[in-house]
């Protein structure tokens, strides 16, 4: 059973940034690959970014292409969303997933352990 714990979320300005943390449970964390999901209020849970076990590989929803960034490292057990130029359609609480695979996936239905969430608010 693979344990996610996220962190960093909080209230910022449009414009500003964050930087999310989703530290891991597992020792062999590097055989999971790695994604983050967000939701709002009223809507459905939406890929937002995901990385390969190795970092080789990541994917990006549209909507924030160009302003997050998503990484880990493995020494650490901890994947990261870095999210820059940050709006008001952002906010959301965000979750962090993991599933055993060497490839990686954009839906939520192919994650099998998932965090807690953060609320992250971004005010206009």
């Known amino acids: 059973q693979v344990q996610l714990v996220e962190s960093g979320g909080g209230l910022v300005q449009a414009g500003g940034s964050l930087r999310l943390s989703c530290a891991a449970s597992?020792?062999?964390?590097?055989?999971?690959?790695m994604g983050w999901f967000r939701q709002a209020p009223g809507n459905d849970r939406e890929f937002v970014a995901a990385?390969?076990?190795?970092?080789?590989?990541?994917s990006y929803a549209d909507s924030v292409k160009g302003r997050f960034t998503i990484s880990r490292d493995n020494a650490k057990n901890t994947a990261y969303l870095q999210m820059n130029s940050l709006k008001p359609e952002d906010t959301a609480v965000y979750y962090c997933?993991?599933?055993?695979?060497?490839?990686?996936?954009?839906?939520?239905?192919?994650?099998?352990?998932w965090g807690q969430g953060t609320q992250v608010t971004v005010s206009s």
């Open positions: 990385i390969s076990w190795s970092g080789s590989r990541t």
């Open positions: 597992e020792r062999t964390f590097s055989s999971y690959a």
């Open positions: 997933a993991a599933v055993r695979t060497n490839t990686y996936y954009t839906g939520a239905s192919e994650y099998d352990y």
